[in-house]
Nanobody
Framework: QVQLVESGGGLVQAGGSLKLSCAAS????????MGWFRQAPGKEREFVAG????????NYVDSVKGRFTIFRENAKTTTYLQMNSLKPEDTAVYFC?????????????????WGQGTQVTVSS
């Protein structure tokens, strides 16, 4: 069973940066498509960024394009989300998720394993 553990959240001022990490406890990490989601109080969970298992395809929600970057280090079985130019509206709990090995993610239901989340708070 894959387990995912997020870290790197915290409190930052608007315009600042944070780097989130998602460590996976599985040796076949290099075969897993990965994604980052977020959920703000009173709102539904929102897709933020995804990366294919090969690492050659990434996609982002429009609101973070040009500010956030998802990447992976297979040797460390870790996925990252580099967040720059943070805004107060980025405040949320951020979750990472993993899909089925060597599959393409088409929607949120394709993500099978979720982490517990890490809080990101951006002050104005």
């Amino acid at each position: 069973q894959v387990q995912l553990v997020e870290s790197g959240g915290g409190l930052v001022q608007a315009g600042g940066s944070l780097k989130l990490s998602c460590a996976a406890s599985v040796r076949t990490f290099n075969l897993l498509p990965m994604g980052w989601f977020r959920q703000a109080p009173g709102k539904e969970r929102e897709f933020v960024a995804g990366i294919s298992w090969r690492g050659d395809v990434t996609n982002y929600v429009d609101s973070v394009k040009g500010r956030f970057t998802i990447f992976r280090e297979n040797a460390k079985t870790t996925t990252y989300l580099q967040m720059n130019s943070l805004k107060p509206e980025d405040t949320a709990v951020y979750f990472c998720a993993a899909g089925r090995a060597m599959e393409t993610i088409d929607n949120i239901r394709d993500y099978l394993v979720w982490g517990q989340g890490t809080q990101v708070t951006v002050s104005s």
